[in-house]
């Protein structure tokens, strides 16, 4: 199993920037695809957005031209920099990992960091 700690949530002025990060310890071996997901109070959990070994990257639009997903598998840390901020940004954003073995999948989560957007 992946652990994994996310950490640069906070408050931030519409407009603003944060760097959310996740770094993965534990058993490893396998993830081909990490990702950052959100999710708001009675909603369920969107993609934001992931990233291959491969470095294929993916945004949902919403994010798109203003986050950056970077993955660092040497430090084995997921980043997330978000740009141009705004109220709608405002949710508890989850790094994601998925692993391969043997043609077999298994997702694991990170617990969550708060981000909240003023306007």
């Known amino acids: 199993q992946v652990q994994l700690v996310e950490s640069g949530g906070g408050l931030v002025q519409a407009g603003g920037s944060l760097r959310l990060s996740c770094v993965a310890s534990g058993s490893t071996f396998g993830t081909n695809e990490m990702a950052w997901y959100r999710q708001t109070p009675g909603n369920q959990r969107e993609l934001v957005a992931r990233?291959?070994?491969?470095?294929?990257?993916m945004y949902a639009d919403a994010v798109r031209d203003r986050f950056t997903i970077s993955w660092d598998t040497v430090k084995k840390t997921l980043l997330l920099t978000m740009n141009s901020l705004s109220p709608t940004d405002t949710a508890v954003y989850y790094c994601?990992?998925?692993?391969?073995?043997?043609?077999?999948?298994?997702?694991?989560w990170g617990q969550g960091t708060q981000v909240t957007v003023s306007s």
């Open positions: 990233i291959t070994r491969g470095r294929s990257t």
């Open positions: 994601n990992a998925k692993r391969t073995i043997f043609d077999k999948e298994y997702l694991d």
